[in-house]
C-alpha cells in the first residue's frame, strides 16, 4: 500500500495463542484500551497482555463477560445480573451488584468508571468509592429492545454521553440510532446513524481548545448518501460561536451499498477520524474539514472492536471469529503527496502539511507566500508562513517583512509576522531575538515575561544577553533554559542568591574557583559568603571547600557568628573525623560570650564526637550545671557538679540518674542527702522513679541514715500501692506511725497482702500507738485475735475492744469473748458488748467458747434479746434450749413450742439428761431425726411412743427400719421388735382414729412377712369394737391372711364377720393350695340367707355354688340332696341330678331333675 496515507498491518492473531474460534466475537472478547484483550472462554478467563509481547495468561474464572480496565490491573466479570471488580495486582475483590436487569453492553468509559448498559436503562459505576451504580438515563424509544448496543462513549469533560445502536430495517438493510444525552441538561437527542466519537481539537485562531463529535449520519430508507458530521458541543456561548462545518458525503463504493459503520475512532494526535464498517471498509476523515482522505478495504471480515493508541495515533481493530488484531494508522510521509496528486485538493494538502508539520507542500507555501506578499497581504502571508512548519521560517523570510516599508499609524510587518508565528507556536532562536529587540526597545518586559512563560520563544545566550540589561532574573531563567552556566551562576551572585550557586553547578556538572569568590564575599558581603560557603559543604559528592580552612578564615575575621552557622552546617553529618571541629565549635561559643549558643547546639544532640570532658568542664566554668553534669562520668566530677542541685532544674535531676550505674546513683544520693533538707524532695522523686533499679532496701537505708523519715514516707507512699516487696510495705507502716499517719498505716493494714503479718504485729505492739486501729486490721485480718485481745485489754484500751466486735470484725466476736473469759474480764463488760454485737455475732462458736469455759448461762440474756428482737437463727434457739434444759425450766415446752431449734443439736444434748426430752426433739425433726429417734427409744425404752410415732407418720420406710430384722438375724427373735410391735397392737393401733393411718400400718405389717403379727393386729381392730370393725377391705384381709398362716381360724372368721367378699373368697378357699371345702361351702351358705343377700336370683346362685362345693370338691352326695332338700330350689336340684347321672346314679338323678 505505497504512495497511499494509510499504514495496515495484522498485529498478532489470537487464534495463534490458542484462543477458540467460539470466542472470539462481540461480547466475549473485549479491547478498552492497547493493554490488554479479554477472552471468555467456556471454563476460563484469557487475557493478552499486549504490552509484554502478547504474553498470555489464562485464570479458571466461570464467566458470561469480562473487560479489563484501560490503565489498570483491574477486571471487571459479569455473571447473570451480577457484576463484580477485581484487582488482580492486590489479588482482592472492588467491588460487587446485583443489577435490576441484565446488562445488555458495558465498557469502561475512563479508568474510574464502568458504564452498565441494560434493555431500558444506562449507569455508571464509580470505582474510587463504595456506591452501587448510578443510573445515568433511560434509553430512548428509537433505542427500543430491539436494538442492538454496540457503542458507548463519553466526551473528555464527562458532560455527554453517546449510546449507540443497530436494528433490522426495511429491505434487509441495518438502520443506526444514536442517543446523545446531556447530563447538566438531562436531555436527550436522537441521532440516526450508526457511529460516533468525542475529540478535542486545537482551532487556528482560538485559545481554548474545541470538544467535537463527529458521527456517521443516515436516515433510514433515504435515498441520500450517509454524510460525516463534526459539531462542537459544550462551549461556553460567551466565548464565542461553536465550531462547525457542512456535513460531508461519505464516499460509499458501489459494491457496499448495504454496508454500514460498525466503530468510529478518532486520532486524537493528528485529529484524523477512522470510519471501520462491516464489510472492511476503513474512511479516513480530516476532523478540522470533514474531508475523506482516504477509502480502502482492509480486510474481507467484520472488525468487530476497536481501540485507539493515543501516543503513536494507531488504531487497532479485531476480526470476527479468525481473531486478526489489525493496526491502522496514517501514513504521514505520504499523506500530502497522496492529496496533492490523487485528491488534487491543494487547500486540503497545506493545512494539513502546515497542521501536522508534514513534507510535501514546500513549493505550494511558497507560491501561495508569493501570491499574498505580492498583493500586499502581510497577515495571510505571514500564516502561510507559520502553516509551513519549517519551509519558509528563514532569515530570507524575516529580511523581505523587514523590507517591507511600515504604514502611518499600524503595527511593522515584521512585528505582524511575528504575532502570527506567535498565535501558532513557538519562535526559533533567530526569530527569538529580532522579536526581543523592538520589544526590549519600548520596555515591554511584562510582553516578555508572557512570552517566556508560554515557551513562545527559544532561550539562547545571545537572547539572555539582550534581556540582562533590563531584568536580571528574566535574563537568568533564560540563561538556565540556555544551559548557559557560568552567565546564569554571574545572575545569581549579582541577585545575591548565594545559597543556589552550589546545587546549580553540582546539578548541571559546571566547574569553578569557588575559594577566590569565597575569599572576595568574606570582606565584602559575609552573609553572601557564608550562604555560599554552606552550599558548598553541602555540595553533591562531598564538599568543595576545606572545612577547617574556611572556618578559620571566617574566626580570623572576627565573624564567631558566622563561624558557628558555617561548622554547623558543615558539621551536622556529625562525622567522627570531625571531632575537633565540633569541639572548636562550642568552645568559640563557651569562651565568646555566647553559652547559651553551645547551650542550643547540645540542647539539639546533633554533633556526637567532640571532647566532652574538655567541654564538660567549660560549661562548669560559665555556670551551667546541667550541660557540665551531662558530660562528666567520674562519680567525683558528677557529685562536685551537684552541689548545685538546688539550681538545677528537679526533672534534669531525676532523668540524670537513669544515666548512672546503681553504685553511682547511690552515692549520689547519699551526697545529696547529707547537704540537707533542700535537697530532699528532688531524691523522692529519684527514687520513686528509678527504686525497680537502686533497689527499695538501699533507698530506705539513705533516708533512714539522713534522718529523712518525712522523704522516706513520701518515697514509700508513692510505690507502695504497686509494690510487691514486704519490706516496703513493712517501712511504709513504720514511717507512716513515726510521723503519726495513722490513717495512712491503718489503710495499709487493711488493704495490703504484702507486708509479713507477724513483723508488722510485732512492731505495733512495741510500738504502744495511741491509736491502735492499724494494729486491730493486722490481727482481724491475719488471726492475730487472741494477742489482740490481750493486748487492748492489758492496755486498758477497752472500748477499742467494743470497737473492733461492733465495727471491724463482728464475726470474730466469741474469739474475743473466750479470750476474756481466760484474762477473767468483767461479766458486765462481757455482756455489753455481746448486747451492742447483737445478731451479728456467730452463736455456734460462742455457745461452744461458752460451753467448754462452763459459762453457758452468761448468754442467756444476748440470746433471749436476740430472740425478742424476731431471730429465726436456729444456733440462737439452740443455745436458749440448752440453757433452758439444763436449768430445768420448763423444757418440755421449749421443746414442743419452739419451731426454730435444730432437733440435731438438742436431741443429742438432752439424751444423757432425759431421754424423753430427746424422743420429744427427735420427733420435732419431721423425719430428719428418725435414725436418732428409734435409738433413743430402743435404748431407752420408749416403745409406746415409737410405736405412736411410726403409726402417725404413716412412713413404710420406716416401718421397715424397725420391723424388717438385721441381715443374718432373720430366724433370731428380736426382744426390741416384739416390744414395739405389742406395743403397736395393744395401744397405738386401737388408738387411731384415721383410716390411712391403720391402712399404712397393714401394709407395713404386710411388708415385714408377720403374718401372725398382722392377724393379732386385725382381730385388735376388726373383732373387738372399733371404727374400722365393718371396713370389707380389713374383714377380707384378715380372713386371706388367716386363709395362708392359721387356716384353722378361717371357719370362725366365716361365722363371725358379715362385710367380707364372699365370693372371692370362697374361690381362694377351694384353691389347689388350700383346699378349704368346709370353710368355702360355710360361707356360701351363709351368703345365700336373705340377711346377707337381698336379691333372689344371688340366693339362688349362692346355693348352687353351695352344692356345687359338696359334688364337686367334696364328693358327698347324699349331703348335696339333702341340702337339696332343705333349699328345694329348682336350679340345685338340676346341679345334683346332673351330678348324680356323672355318678352313675340314674335314679337318683331322675329323681332330681323331677324336683327341678
Not at 240 to 264: E, K
Amino acid at each position: 500500500m505505497a504512495g497511499v496515507p494509510l499504514q495496515f498491518s495484522e498485529a498478532l492473531n489470537l487464534q495463534q495463542l490458542g484462543i477458540p474460534e467460539a470466542s472470539i466475537k462481540h461480547g466475549l472478547t473485549s479491547m478498552e484500551s492497547d493493554r490488554w484483550i479479554i477472552c471468555v472462554e467456556p471454563s476460563q478467563v484469557t487475557m493478552v497482555d499486549l504490552q509484554n509481547g502478547a504474553q498470555v495468561t489464562r485464570r479458571p474464572i466461570q464467566a458470561e463477560a469480562a473487560v479489563m480496565n484501560p490503565t489498570q490491573n483491574i477486571l471487571a466479570l459479569r455473571s447473570g445480573t451480577t457484576v463484580q471488580i477485581f484487582n488482580l495486582d492486590a489479588k482482592a475483590k472492588v467491588k460487587a451488584h446485583q443489577m435490576p436487569e441484565p446488562l445488555v453492553f458495558w465498557k469502561w468509559t475512563s479508568t474510574a468508571n464502568l458504564a452498565l448498559v441494560t434493555a431500558t436503562s444506562v449507569y455508571h459505576w464509580a470505582l474510587d468509592n463504595a456506591d452501587p451504580p448510578v443510573k445515568m438515563f433511560d434509553r430512548l424509544a428509537q433505542l427500543g429492545p430491539n436494538t442492538q448496543i454496540i457503542n458507548y462513549k463519553v466526551s473528555p469533560d464527562g458532560k455527554w454521553c453517546l449510546l449507540g445502536g443497530i436494528s433490522a430495517g426495511a429491505g434487509g438493510s441495518v438502520d443506526g440510532n444514536m442517543q446523545l444525552f446531556s447530563m447538566e441538561k438531562t436531555v436527550s437527542q436522537h441521532l440516526t446513524g450508526h457511529a460516533a466519537a468525542f475529540s478535542t481539537i486545537k482551532i487556528p485562531g482560538r485559545e481554548d481548545p474545541a470538544q467535537i463529535l463527529c458521527f456517521h449520519g443516515k436516515t433510514a430508507g433515504s435515498p441520500e448518501p450517509p454524510k460525516f458530521f463534526v459539531r462542537e458541543i459544550g462551549r461556553d456561548p460567551s466565548k464565542g460561536p461553536a465550531f462547525g462545518i457542512q456535513p460531508a458525503n461519505i464516499p460509499v463504493p458501489p459494491d457496499a451499498a448495504t454496508d454500514f459503520p460498525v466503530s468510529l475512532v478518532a486520532d486524537p494526535k493528528n485529529d484524523i477520524a477512522f470510519l471501520l464498517t462491516k464489510m472492511g471498509y476503513t474512511y479516513m476523515f480530516d476532523m478540522h474539514s470533514g474531508k475523506t482522505i482516504y477509502r480502502a478495504r482492509v480486510t474481507q471480515e467484520t472488525i468487530f472492536v476497536t481501540t485507539c493508541q493515543e501516543s503513536t495515533g494507531a488504531i487497532f481493530g479485531i476480526t470476527v471469529r479468525r481473531g486478526g488484531v489489525l493496526r491502522l494508522q496514517l501514513n504521514g510521509q505520504t499523506l500530502v503527496p497522496y492529496i496533492l496528486n490523487t485528491l488534487r485538493d491543494n487547500e486540503l494538502a497545506i493545512k494539513l502539511a502546515g497542521r501536522l508539520n508534514l513534507p510535501g507542500a514546500e513549493s505550494l507555501f511558497a507560491a501561495e507566500f508569493e501570491r499574498y506578499m505580492a498583493a500586499g497581504n502581510i497577515a495571510e502571508a505571514a500564516r502561510i508562513v507559520a502553516q509551513s512548519g519549517t519551509a519558509l521560517r528563514t532569515p530570507a523570510t524575516m529580511a523581505r517583512f523587514q523590507q517591507i516599508p511600515a504604514q502611518p499609524g499600524q503595527v511593522p510587518p515584521l512585528l505582524q509576522y511575528f504575532s502570527v508565528l506567535l498565535e501558532n507556536g513557538r519562535l526559533n532562536e533567530q526569530e527569538s531575538i529580532e522579536v526581543a529587540k523592538p520589544v526590549l526597545q519600548q520596555n515591554r518586559l511584562p510582553l516578555m515575561e508572557k512570552w517566556l512563560k508560554d515557551d513562545k520563544l527559544q532561550a539562547s545566550e545571545a537572547l539572555g544577553d539582550l534581556i540582562m540589561p533590563h531584568d536580571v532574573g528574566m535574563a537568568l531563567s533564560v540563561y538556565l533554559r540556555a544551559e548557559c552556566h557560568a552567565k546564569a551562576i554571574q545572575c545569581f551572585v549579582q541577585r545575591g542568591e548565594y545559597d543556589k550557586i552550589v546545587p546549580y553547578s553540582t546539578s548541571v556538572g559546571f566547574k569553578m574557583d569557588y575559594s577566590t569568590m569565597l575569599n572576595q564575599l568574606l570582606f565584602n558581603n559575609p552573609q553572601g559568603a557564608l550562604d555560599l560557603a554552606k552550599g558548598l559543604v553541602n555540595a553533591e559528592g562531598g564538599p568543595l571547600i576545606d572545612i577547617q580552612a574556611t572556618a578559620e578564615a571566617f574566626l580570623s575575621s572576627n565573624r564567631v557568628q558566622e563561624t558557628t552557622a558555617f561548622l554547623l552546617e558543615a558539621l551536622k553529618e556529625n562525622k567522627s573525623e570531625h571531632a575537633y571541629l565540633q569541639t572548636k565549635l562550642l568552645e568559640i561559643n563557651l569562651i565568646g560570650g555566647a553559652p547559651q549558643v553551645a547551650d542550643a547546639i547540645m540542647q539539639q544532640g546533633i554533633l556526637t564526637h567532640y571532647d566532652r570532658p574538655h567541654i564538660g568542664k567549660l560549661c562548669e566554668r560559665a555556670g551551667m550545671w546541667q550541660r557540665a553534669a551531662e558530660h562528666y562520668t567520674e562519680i567525683n566530677d558528677i557529685k562536685r557538679v551537684f552541689k548545685n542541685s538546688h539550681q538545677m532544674n528537679p526533672e534534669f535531676v531525676v532523668s540524670y540518674f537513669g544515666k548512672l550505674n546503681r553504685e553511682q546513683s547511690i552515692m549520689l544520693l547519699k551526697d545529696m542527702m547529707s547537704r540537707g533538707p533542700q535537697n530532699m524532695q528532688v531524691c523522692v522523686e529519684v527514687a520513686k522513679k528509678y527504686h525497680d533499679e537502686l533497689g527499695s532496701e538501699d533507698l530506705v537505708a539513705v533516708f533512714e541514715n539522713a534522718r529523712a523519715t518525712e522523704g522516706l514516707y513520701y518515697y514509700l507512699g508513692a510505690i507502695v500501692n504497686a509494690s510487691e516487696d514486704p519490706y516496703v510495705h513493712f517501712k511504709y507502716i513504720q514511717a507512716s506511725c513515726m510521723l503519726g499517719q495513722f490513717k495512712e498505716a491503718e489503710r495499709v493494714c487493711r488493704d495490703s497482702n504484702i507486708y509479713v503479718p507477724e513483723e508488722v504485729k510485732n512492731y505495733l505492739k512495741s510500738s504502744k500507738l495511741p491509736d491502735p486501729r492499724p494494729l486491730i486490721h493486722v490481727c482481724d485480718r491475719f488471726d492475730f485475735v487472741d494477742e489482740l485481745t490481750e493486748y487492748l485489754y492489758l492496755n486498758s484500751l477497752l472500748q477499742y475492744i467494743e470497737v473492733y466486735v461492733t465495727k471491724v470484725s463482728p464475726a470474730k466476736t466469741p474469739i474475743v469473748v473466750g479470750k476474756l473469759f481466760d484474762l477473767g474480764a468483767n461479766e458486765d463488760f462481757i455482756k455489753r458488748i455481746l448486747m451492742a454485737v447483737g445478731t451479728a455475732c456467730p452463736v455456734d462458736e460462742l455457745v461452744e467458747i461458752a460451753e467448754t469455759r462452763n459459762r453457758l448461762r452468761l448468754l442467756q440474756p444476748w440470746l433471749e434479746a436476740n430472740v425478742a428482737t424476731g431471730s429465726t437463727e436456729p444456733s440462737t434457739h439452740n443455745a436458749l434450749g440448752k440453757i433452758y434444759i439444763t436449768l430445768n425450766r420448763d423444757p418440755k415446752s421449749f421443746l414442743l413450742n419452739n419451731m426454730f431449734y435444730d432437733p440435731k443439736v438438742l436431741g443429742p444434748y438432752c439424751e444423757s439428761l432425759d431421754p424423753q426430752l430427746a424422743f420429744i426433739a427427735y420427733k420435732k425433726g419431721a423425719g430428719e431425726c428418725d435414725e436418732q429417734l428409734i435409738k433413743v427409744s430402743h435404748e431407752h425404752g420408749l416403745y409406746r411412743d415409737l410405736a405412736k410415732y411410726l403409726v402417725e407418720r404413716q412412713d413404710l420406710e420406716l416401718w421397715a427400719k424397725v420391723l424388717t430384722p438385721e441381715e443374718g438375724k432373720e430366724n433370731e427373735e428380736d426382744p426390741q421388735r416384739r416390744q414395739l410391735i405389742d406395743q403397736v397392737v395393744d395401744w397405738a393401733m386401737p388408738e387411731s382414729t384415721n383410716a390411712d393411718e391403720i391402712s399404712c400400718t397393714v401394709k407395713a405389717f404386710m411388708a415385714a412377712d408377720l403374718p401372725s403379727e398382722l392377724i393379732n393386729l386385725l382381730e385388735r381392730i376388726v373383732l373387738q369394737g372399733s371404727d374400722f370393725s365393718d371396713n370389707k377391705n380389713l374383714q377380707n384381709l384378715l380372713i386371706l391372711t388367716a386363709i395362708r398362716a392359721d387356716s384353722t381360724r378361717v371357719a370362725g372368721y366365716v361365722d363371725q364377720l358379715d362385710n367380707f367378699d364372699a365370693k372371692d373368697i370362697a374361690l381362694i378357699c377351694l384353691s389347689e393350695s388350700h383346699m378349704l371345702f368346709e370353710e368355702a361351702f360355710s360361707i356360701y351358705v351363709k351368703f345365700a340367707k336373705p340377711e346377707h343377700t337381698a336379691d333372689k336370683d344371688e340366693q339362688t346362685e349362692m346355693q348352687v355354688l353351695a352344692i356345687g362345693v359338696l359334688v364337686d370338691h367334696m364328693k358327698d352326695l347324699d349331703r348335696a340332696k339333702t341340702y337339696a332338700s332343705q333349699c328345694d330350689e329348682k336350679p340345685v336340684w338340676s346341679k345334683l341330678g346332673k351330678a348324680q347321672l356323672d355318678n352313675k346314679f340314674p335314679a337318683e338323678a331322675i329323681e332330681s331333675f323331677i324336683n327341678a
